[in-house]
């Protein structure tokens, strides 16, 4: 009985040393080198720049005229409601990209936006709402200006983006960051482009994730953390961990009776 009372013992040693995760899979941003190293290699390092976000078929745009006479305001301008303007109000009184790339504005036409900035697009309504106005201030924005962050996360789900400069770290940060399994070093983004969607996995943990094009985020983007391997017999230590303790406390208690008789 001692025996079986050991060998459970050290069956539940193993399932706790196996639910821990070591420090070195949690932290962010390593670097192997020595510290002088480190400090060289930052003078020299190429940080990346952030990418423009580029109009593709199926976005959809806010676009806002203003004009000193309103007359001319609401004849170019999609009616936003009594409340306001909203992300709601936004997006039903915004102009789809078809998919030829094409928005159609009242009395303009079609106006060709893919391939282009949210700026270049502003440059082009400026010069055609010329011939109509000549002093007209022309608002234009990206209403699906959202990322989806999936997988290992506190908080998955569907996040606005509220300043262009977003960085990967700063995206995780609003699904609450990654949890206690995410595997840091296989996390995969996956992008839309005019060719398809592209999948880059990278690393966490690696800080010359900073010079990668894939550091900042974009509109659109999906962010997927994978699980560490193995995390289901982890998830499950818990339950494990209880079933030994009440076993081995059971024979405990059995051979404690065992010798008062």
């Not at 941003?29 to 990346?48: F, H, P, V």
């Not at 909203?86 to 893919?114: C, F, H, M, R, W």
Request: include cysteine; aromatic fraction near 12%.
């Amino acid at each position: 009985k001692m025996r079986q009372s050991i060998t459970l013992i050290a069956l539940l040693i193993i399932v706790i040393l196996s639910s821990c995760v070591s420090r070195k899979k949690l932290t962010y941003l390593q670097y192997s080198g020595k510290s002088t190293d480190y400090e060289m290699a930052s003078e020299n390092i190429q940080y990346a720049t952030p990418p423009t976000y580029k109009i593709m078929p199926y976005d959809n745009l806010f676009i806002r005229v203003v004009t000193p006479d309103p007359h001319w305001s609401e004849l170019f301008n999609i009616p936003t409601g009594m409340t306001g303007l909203t992300q709601e109000s936004a997006s039903l009184s915004g102009y789809s990209v078809d998919i030829n790339g094409n928005i159609e504005i009242p009395y303009v036409g079609k106006v060709q936006v893919a391939s282009k900035t949210l700026s270049e697009i502003k440059v082009e309504l400026d010069s055609l709402f010329v011939n109509y106005v000549t002093d007209a201030s022309i608002t234009v924005r990206l209403v699906n200006n959202f990322i989806s962050l999936i997988g290992e996360v506190n908080n998955p789900g569907r996040y606005h983006l509220t300043k262009d400069r977003l960085n990967i770290y700063e995206a995780i940060s609003l699904a609450g960051d990654l949890n206690y399994y995410s595997n840091r070093q296989k996390v995969q983004l996956i992008r839309p482009s005019p060719y398809g969607p592209i999948i880059k996995e990278f690393s966490l943990i690696d800080r010359n994730i900073v010079t990668s094009e894939y550091y900042y985020v974009m509109p659109n983007d999906i962010i997927y953390v994978k699980p560490m391997q193995g995390r289901s017999f982890q998830i499950n230590s818990s339950v494990l961990t209880l079933f030994f303790t009440t076993i081995s406390s059971t024979l405990g208690i059995i051979a404690f009776f065992r010798t008062l008789l």
